[in-house]
């Protein structure tokens, strides 16, 4: 003889109560979903990315000569898609360690428009050999979306680390002692090529 479960009625409607319960939420999520999307993509900002470079006039030299000329590069990048208005930086080095050869380690523009760089350098000397931890350049800039009151943003670059500066005797060593090496390098790697015809 054949047995057949017995459902209980009062299941069956509980577990359909809770799959049209379960399906109307995810219905009425999806149009919150879509009006969150539709109001982040009605808010553009400005977004400033600052780079701080340095350059010592050789790609080899990751050094500072004391007395000598260097560039720092300053450059603002707005990576946002409406223009950032009123955009400055200024960075700090220390008197007693620098001198301002050229140029200015501040700069204003009054507008960057949206995918659009500046740049800005400054020349400077530095006073005597050791250690310099560099600091970060500070970025101040703002931006109006939709008739809004003005949205005012700050923003940093990244620094050098700790960069060491050597004296100019110090500096004149190591090219002289760079310069040898690579001589005696030359002089072995061309005894296998000329050396048959010497013979």
Not at 152 to 169: C, K, L, P, W, Y
Request: net charge negative; aromatic share 10%; proline share 4%.
């Amino acid at each position: 003889q054949t047995q057949h479960a017995v459902v209980n009625p009062l299941i069956m409607v509980s577990t359909r109560a809770c799959a049209v319960a379960l399906v109307l939420l995810l219905a009425a999520s999806v149009p919150y979903t879509f009006a969150q999307d539709e109001e982040v993509a009605e808010a553009p900002e400005a977004h400033i990315i600052a780079y701080k470079s340095l350059h010592t006039g050789s790609e080899t030299q990751y050094y500072i000569v004391a007395g000598v000329d260097f560039t720092v590069e300053y450059t603002l990048y707005n990576a946002g898609s409406i223009d950032a208005n009123n955009a400055r930086f200024s960075d700090e080095w220390p008197v007693e360690q620098f001198t301002i050869v050229d140029g200015n380690a501040e700069g204003e523009w009054a507008s960057i428009a949206a995918g659009a760089s500046v740049s800005q350098n400054v020349t400077l000397r530095a006073n005597q050999p050791g250690i310099y931890k560099s600091g970060q350049a500070k970025v101040e800039y703002e931006f109006t979306s939709d008739e809004e009151e003005p949205t005012q943003r700050t923003a940093a670059s990244a620094g050098f680390g700790d960069v060491q500066i050597v004296s100019q005797e110090d500096h004149e060593l190591a090219i002289a002692t760079y310069t040898r090496e690579w001589t005696a390098f030359f002089l072995l790697a061309a005894i296998p090529v000329v050396g048959p015809y010497v013979a």
